[in-house]
Protein backbone atom coordinates (compact mmCIF):
# COMPACT_ATOMS: atom_id res chain seq x y z
CA UNK A 1 0.00 0.00 0.00
CA UNK A 2 1.53 3.44 -1.08
CA UNK A 3 1.11 6.09 1.70
CA UNK A 4 2.64 10.04 1.69
CA UNK A 5 2.53 11.38 5.23
CA UNK A 6 3.25 15.02 5.12
CA UNK A 7 4.24 16.87 8.31
CA UNK A 8 5.84 20.25 8.75
CA UNK A 9 2.73 22.55 8.53
CA UNK A 10 1.71 25.37 11.02
CA UNK A 11 1.88 29.10 11.73
CA UNK A 12 4.19 31.71 10.91
CA UNK A 13 4.50 35.07 10.47
CA UNK A 14 5.05 37.02 6.93
CA UNK A 15 8.91 36.73 6.48
CA UNK A 16 9.58 33.50 8.40
CA UNK A 17 9.77 30.02 7.48
CA UNK A 18 8.96 26.54 7.09
CA UNK A 19 10.28 23.14 6.79
CA UNK A 20 7.79 20.72 5.13
CA UNK A 21 8.31 17.16 4.67
CA UNK A 22 7.19 14.02 3.16
CA UNK A 23 7.62 10.38 3.69
CA UNK A 24 6.73 8.02 1.16
CA UNK A 25 6.41 4.32 1.16
CA UNK A 26 5.31 1.05 -0.55
CA UNK A 27 6.66 2.47 -3.74
CA UNK A 28 9.69 4.11 -5.72
CA UNK A 29 8.61 6.81 -6.72
CA UNK A 30 9.83 8.92 -10.25
CA UNK A 31 8.73 12.25 -9.65
CA UNK A 32 7.51 14.13 -6.31
CA UNK A 33 6.00 17.03 -6.02
CA UNK A 34 4.25 19.59 -3.49
CA UNK A 35 1.03 20.90 -4.25
CA UNK A 36 -1.10 23.56 -2.11
CA UNK A 37 -4.72 24.62 -2.40
CA UNK A 38 -6.13 27.76 -0.53
CA UNK A 39 -9.46 28.29 0.08
CA UNK A 40 -11.60 28.71 -2.75
CA UNK A 41 -8.87 28.10 -5.52
CA UNK A 42 -7.15 25.25 -7.57
CA UNK A 43 -5.33 23.06 -6.31
CA UNK A 44 -1.63 24.01 -7.94
CA UNK A 45 1.90 23.01 -7.90
CA UNK A 46 4.74 24.66 -5.94
CA UNK A 47 7.46 22.37 -6.53
CA UNK A 48 8.37 19.02 -8.20
CA UNK A 49 11.97 17.27 -8.50
CA UNK A 50 12.49 13.63 -10.24
CA UNK A 51 14.76 10.99 -9.20
CA UNK A 52 17.46 12.20 -11.27
CA UNK A 53 17.34 15.69 -9.76
CA UNK A 54 15.67 17.78 -11.82
CA UNK A 55 13.34 20.45 -10.16
CA UNK A 56 10.72 22.44 -11.70
CA UNK A 57 8.93 25.49 -9.71
CA UNK A 58 5.59 27.62 -9.76
CA UNK A 59 7.05 31.40 -10.73
CA UNK A 60 5.55 32.30 -6.79
CA UNK A 61 8.08 29.78 -5.13
CA UNK A 62 10.90 30.82 -7.05
CA UNK A 63 13.45 32.20 -5.38
CA UNK A 64 12.17 31.69 -1.93
CA UNK A 65 11.40 27.10 -2.19
CA UNK A 66 13.60 24.84 -2.08
CA UNK A 67 13.00 21.37 -3.07
CA UNK A 68 14.52 18.45 -1.95
CA UNK A 69 14.60 14.77 -1.70
CA UNK A 70 16.42 12.03 0.40
CA UNK A 71 16.42 8.74 -2.14
CA UNK A 72 17.30 6.58 0.46
CA UNK A 73 14.83 7.43 2.81
CA UNK A 74 11.95 7.68 0.52
CA UNK A 75 11.52 11.48 1.08
CA UNK A 76 10.76 15.11 -0.08
CA UNK A 77 10.92 17.86 1.53
CA UNK A 78 9.90 21.57 1.02
CA UNK A 79 12.17 24.60 2.23
CA UNK A 80 9.89 27.38 2.68
CA UNK A 81 11.42 31.20 3.10
CA UNK A 82 10.48 34.67 2.91
CA UNK A 83 6.93 33.57 3.43
CA UNK A 84 4.02 35.77 2.45
CA UNK A 85 0.10 35.88 3.95
CA UNK A 86 -0.66 34.62 0.14
CA UNK A 87 1.30 31.22 0.99
CA UNK A 88 -1.57 30.33 3.13
CA UNK A 89 -2.70 27.49 1.92
CA UNK A 90 -3.06 23.08 2.47
CA UNK A 91 0.47 21.79 0.93
CA UNK A 92 0.21 18.51 -0.43
CA UNK A 93 2.64 16.02 -1.00
CA UNK A 94 2.44 14.06 -4.34
CA UNK A 95 4.24 11.30 -6.19
CA UNK A 96 4.65 9.26 -9.14
CA UNK A 97 6.00 6.25 -10.14
CA UNK A 98 7.02 7.92 -13.63
CA UNK A 99 7.94 11.23 -15.15
CA UNK A 100 4.90 13.58 -14.14
CA UNK A 101 4.36 17.06 -15.74
CA UNK A 102 0.89 17.36 -14.94
CA UNK A 103 -1.58 17.61 -11.84
CA UNK A 104 -3.25 14.26 -13.46
CA UNK A 105 -0.43 12.24 -13.82
CA UNK A 106 0.60 11.68 -10.07
CA UNK A 107 -1.05 8.92 -8.54
CA UNK A 108 -0.57 8.93 -5.11
CA UNK A 109 -1.20 11.98 -2.84
CA UNK A 110 -1.15 13.15 0.55
CA UNK A 111 -3.47 13.85 3.24
CA UNK A 112 -2.57 17.32 3.46
CA UNK A 113 -0.56 19.82 6.03
CA UNK A 114 -2.20 23.68 6.72
CA UNK A 115 0.24 26.25 6.52
CA UNK A 116 -0.99 29.73 8.09
CA UNK A 117 1.07 32.91 7.53
CA UNK A 118 -0.19 35.57 9.62
CA UNK A 119 0.65 39.45 8.46
Known amino acids: QVQLQESGGGLVRAGGSLKLSCAGS??????MGWYRQAPGKQRELVADVTRDGRTNYADSAKGRFTISRDYDKNMVYLQMNSLKPEDTAVYYC???????????????WGQGTQVTVSS
Open 26 to 31: GSIFST
Open 94 to 108: AAAPQIATMTSEYDY
